[in-house]
């Protein structure tokens, strides 16, 4: 039986954290949260669905992290396909114009698809 290795445990944590201190700000105040980024124009319920996707997501890995390998090949696809949708997204705004804090968000997701990408390889043995 396949086991979870540790790394990919501490990641779902701290992949929690991550999302959770982006998710909450841009629930309650997505305004004044965005603005910190340089990010003036916002739809606030656009704003605040992104926040519960993150809040949902990164939420999941806290629940999960203490469990078996099939939670984790599950969430792992979850994780990579968000992912790489939220990079497209980001790319395309960030050719349309997009505020230069947008590379900040768009490395943080290619960092994470990054890691998820590398465990799910890792657990189905391709390498």
Request: hydrophobic residues 60%.
């Amino acid at each position: 039986m396949k086991k979870v290795p540790k790394a990919l445990r501490v990641w779902f944590v701290v992949h929690f954290v991550v999302d959770f201190l982006f998710g909450v700000p841009l629930i309650i105040c997505p305004v004044k949260f965005l603005a910190l980024f340089g990010i003036e124009s916002v739809e606030m319920v656009t704003a605040r669905l992104v926040g519960a996707a993150l809040l949902g997501i990164g939420g999941v890995s806290l629940w999960t992290h203490k469990q078996g390998i099939e939670s984790y090949q599950s969430l792992l696809k979850l994780k990579i396909l968000w992912s790489l949708a939220a990079i497209l997204s980001l790319v395309i705004s960030a050719i349309q114009g997009a505020p230069i804090a947008i590379w900040g968000v768009l490395v943080t997701f290619l960092l994470f698809s990054g890691i998820w990408i590398y465990f799910k390889l890792k657990l189905d043995k391709i390498f």
